[in-house]
């Protein structure tokens, strides 16, 4: 599951690592890794975010790249648009 770009790692690799969905070497270290839902993801997202400032916006790419993932309707996708933009406001 490691996501490599030209010889390094993603910056969605690195905001999953930090999220605690992936390990370091990019195996799956969260059990709910694929099943996860919206509401998780962003709960994830915001201690990664405090645990880990340096990587907010590869916190904020992976918890969207969660969000996405999972959600099974676009609709679920818009309800969780406002907790997203507070994240960015948060991170900037």
């Given at each position: 599951?490691q ?22 070497e990019?195996?799956?270290q969260c059990p709910?890794?694929g ?5 998780r993801a962003?709960?994830c997202m ?5 645990n880990?400032?340096?990587?907010k ?6 918890g969207l790249a ?5 959600a099974k309707?676009?609709?679920e996708?818009?309800k ?13």
């Open positions: 599951m996501q490599v770009v030209g010889g390094q790692i993603s910056a969605t690799h690195i905001g999953m690592a930090s999220m605690g969905c992936l390990t370091a990019g195996l799956a709910k890794l099943k996860c839902n919206a509401s962003m709960v915001g201690e990664a975010i405090e880990f400032p340096e990587a916006a590869e916190v904020l790419l992976a969660v969000v996405s993932r999972s309707s676009i609709l996708i818009r969780i648009v406002p907790r997203l933009e507070m994240a960015v406001q948060v991170a900037a």
